[in-house]
T-cell receptor, first 116, second 114 residues
Framework: DADVTQTPRNRITKTGKRIMLECSQTKGHDRMYWYRQDPGLGLRLIYYSFDVKDINKGEISDGYSVSRQAQAKFSLSLESAIPNQTALYFC???????????????FGEGSRLTVL | AQSVTQLGSHVSVSEGALVLLRCNYSSSVPPYLFWYVQYPNQGLQLLLK??????LVKGINGFEAEFKKSETSFHLTKPSAHMSDAAEYFCAVSGASGANNLFFGTGTRLTVIP
């Protein structure tokens, strides 16, 4: 089983619908991240969380919200989806003991979201 | 603030030829620099990283990169391309004071021609 699991892997929805993408990890890491990948734009940080009580906005948080339900779970919500939120979304984790300082992130396989 | 620029969104090489993927960075603090690789339908995985010390760093699968402060560069190389190297490669930078965030480049898609 993957260390960082994202569900769903693919989702097609309509404008205005609420969507939740879920991420769970078995690595025991405290830090979790949501990134968005668009062709030609690379990865951009949406939100990150250093522990259950800590949530921080990234570069492009508008239109998104997150919930850190437990150390192992970090979900991303689109309250009212719009077409320009069509993208590939990645969850990632890091270990503050070493990975967070040196920058090693561990990624899930991605959730492809299409908003019509 | 930190940022990276990857020169060339697509690079094609013949199998067995040298691979050179270019990355230039901008950082107001001593940078930590990274290369990540993304194979089709997968997430990103760390290829190699520079934090401190030796400026030539070696990674997995025969890749290496050299940190050149004077040129603000961190180019990725591999002497001989293999078909399995076909993937998208991302350069990233973070501030040495703590990697609260990595700033990724726009990516370079490597095609290996048989």
């Amino acid at each position: 089983d993957a260390d960082v699991t994202q569900t769903p892997r693919n989702r097609i929805t309509k404008t205005g619908k609420r969507i939740m993408l879920e991420c769970s990890q078995t690595k025991g890491h405290d830090r979790m991240y949501w990134y968005r990948q668009d062709p030609g734009l690379g990865l951009r940080l949406i939100y990150y969380s250093f522990d259950v009580k800590d949530i921080n906005k990234g570069e492009i948080s508008d239109g998104y919200s997150v919930s850190r339900q437990a150390q192992a779970k970090f979900s991303l919500s689109l309250e009212s989806a719009i077409p320009n939120q069509t993208a590939l979304y990645f969850c990632a984790t890091s270990d503050p003991g070493g990975g967070a300082v040196t920058g090693e992130l561990f990624f899930g396989e991605g959730s492809r979201l299409t908003v019509l | 603030a930190q940022s990276v620029t990857q020169l060339g969104s697509h690079v094609s090489v013949s199998e067995g030829a040298l691979v050179l993927l270019r990355c230039n960075y901008s950082s107001s603090v001593p940078p930590y620099l990274f290369w990540y690789v993304q194979y089709p339908n997968q997430g990103l995985q760390l290829l190699l990283k520079y934090t401190t010390g030796a400026t030539l760093v070696k990674g997995i699968n025969g890749f290496e990169a050299e940190f050149k402060k004077s040129e603000t560069s961190f180019h990725l190389t591999k002497p001989s391309a293999h078909m399995s190297d076909a993937a998208e490669y991302f350069c990233a930078v973070s501030g040495a004071s703590g990697a609260n965030n990595l700033f990724f480049g726009t990516g370079t898609r490597l095609t290996v021609i048989p």
